[in-house]
């Protein structure tokens, strides 16, 4: 027979408390919470990007308003943080993908070293073709 | 991965060369180019992908790093926001091209 006590929850485990803080700790850490918070960036180049495509289907007037717009210093220097928090998402993604994604080719272990070659073999053909789709 | 590849570009050409007048690519070309069929579907799919793994982030941002434990609460408006801002963006990508 159990006895209920009154005034007494079920025990929980006991968890040390963290403070919230914790990233400012470790050189890692705070990259990680770097990492991060580039979400916050990406969010804004979507939504930044989208609407340029929607000004560029308004027409010529409406493209060069937005242009106009996003020449501003405030805008710019916005974008140029994203840009950076852009570029330490895609460097570290590159890093951590051969520890996340173990790549064998027939048997045999792909170098880690190969993995990230690749990938920016990869990012710089994508770079060269929106470039040369934009501007050519 | 979508993001990994192709947003430093595209940060840079929109966000920064453009505006400031470092390049000027020519507009009917452009719009020929944004306008294109193929480009609007992977425009949509890409953008897609990434609001949704960019509030996956921020949920885990909002979770761990600033250690807000309202799990389902700030799941619901991470993710609720993504699929509002996907509606969002294919309503604004397609009225770009018709």
Known sequence: MSVQTPGRSRPRAYRRPVSVWWWLRKPTYLLFVLRELSSIFIAWLVAFLVIMVFSVGRGADSYRGFMDWAGQAWVVVINVLAFAFAALHTVTWFLLTPKAMALRVRGRAVPARAVVTGEYVVLAIVTVLVLWLVLR | ?98
Not at chain 2, 46 to 51: K, R, Y
Not at chain 2, 59 to 82: F, M, P
Request: glycine share 8%; with cysteine; proline share 4%.
């Open chain 2, 1 to 98: 991965m979508i993001a990994a590849v192709l947003l430093p570009v595209a940060a840079f050409l929109f966000g920064i060369a453009i505006p400031l007048g470092w390049l000027q690519p020519d507009f009917g070309h452009l719009s020929a180019v944004i306008t294109n069929p193929v480009t609007i579907i992977l425009m949509i799919i890409g953008f897609i992908v990434l609001i949704v793994h960019s509030a996956h982030r921020l949920r885990y941002l909002l979770y761990d790093g600033l250690k807000i434990k309202r799990r389902t609460l700030v799941g619901a408006l991470c993710y609720g926001g993504a699929v509002v801002a996907s509606a969002i963006m294919i309503i604004l990508v397609l009225m770009a091209a018709l």
